[in-house]
């Protein structure tokens, strides 16, 4: 069973996405912040992690500079322009770039694309 760490300090987004995906049959795992997501990180080794990019606390790009060997998907509301994400996308292990609110069936979609491709 494929495993996916879902991080945002959002309750309502972080409980839908596990229901969505757990629907999905992944394991869904959750942590509310960067220093939550790294702390999780010491226990499990997700296949897939849905990384909030505007949270409190620790700064994103901190949280992504620790995380190796894990694809990284970012969860953004924020508008950004096409040279932007291709930037954010550029960085090593970061994979995908999901806008929130997204719809349930492409982000589904994106999950999957990103698990089963083969490459890491």
């Given at each position: ?7 945002d300090?959002?309750p ?7 229901i ?6 992944y394991?869904v795992?959750t942590?509310?912040d960067?220093?939550?997501?790294l702390?999780?990180?010491?226990e499990?080794?997700?296949d897939?992690?849905?990384l909030d ?8 790009i901190n949280v992504i ?5 894990i694809?990284?998907?970012f969860l953004s509301?924020?508008?950004t322009?096409?040279?932007e994400?291709?930037?954010?996308l ?8 999901i806008?929130?609110?997204f ?8 999950v999957?694309g990103?698990?089963?491709?083969h490459?890491s």
């Amino acid at each position: 069973m494929k495993t996916i760490l879902v991080v945002d300090d959002e309750p309502d987004v972080r409980d839908s996405v596990k229901i969505i995906l757990e629907k999905k049959g992944y394991r869904v795992i959750t942590a509310i912040d960067g220093e939550d997501c790294l702390n999780v990180l010491r226990e499990e080794k997700p296949d897939l992690i849905l990384l909030d990019i505007m949270m409190p606390g620790m700064p994103v790009i901190n949280v992504i500079k620790e995380i190796k060997n894990i694809k990284i998907a970012f969860l953004s509301v924020v508008r950004t322009s096409e040279a932007e994400r291709q930037n954010l996308l550029n960085q090593e292990n970061i994979v995908d770039f999901i806008q929130k609110p997204f719809d349930v069936e492409d982000l589904i979609k994106r999950v999957e694309g990103i698990i089963y491709e083969h490459r890491s």
